[in-house]
């Protein structure tokens, strides 16, 4: 079982910036992609980014193009935190955003991912 965490969400004006972060415990061994997902009122959860280790401890990543050169998404060598960092943020970035862990090479695909957080809501104000 993993149990992850998001922190970090809040409200801040268009053009700023905000960190999340994701605790992951449990079983993380199997977990080797960790996403980033985001959901906004009466709508699905529409990928944003994604960071999978291969084996020699090379993380990769991959974004959704709204959000490449305003997101960065990172994790610790202890593979133990996942961050969001998200600059410029817009208006329509307002939304709850959920880590969540799998198995998926890369995988862009919410129903690939095993495990998720509570989500944390981020709301851009224009």
């Known amino acids: 079982q993993v149990q992850l965490v998001e922190s970090g969400g809040g409200l801040v004006q268009a053009g700023g910036s905000l960190r999340l972060s994701c605790a992951a415990s449990?079983?993380?061994?199997?977990?080797?992609?960790m996403g980033w997902f985001r959901q906004a009122p009466g709508k699905g959860y529409s990928f944003v980014a994604v960071?999978?280790?291969?084996?020699?401890?090379?993380?990769?990543?991959d974004y959704r193009d709204p959000v490449k050169g305003r997101f960065t998404i990172s994790r610790d060598n202890a593979k133990t935190m996942v961050y969001l960092e998200m600059n410029s943020l817009k208006p329509e970035d307002t939304a709850v955003y959920y880590c969540?862990?799998?198995?998926?090479?890369?995988?862009?695909?919410?129903?690939?991912?095993?495990?998720w957080g509570q989500g944390t809501q981020v709301t851009v104000s224009s």
């Open positions: 969540a862990a799998g198995s998926k090479w890369l995988s862009r695909d919410w129903t690939q991912y095993d495990y």
């Open positions: 960071i999978s280790r291969s084996g020699d401890n090379t993380d990769y990543t």
């Open positions: 449990g079983r993380t061994f199997s977990s080797n992609s």
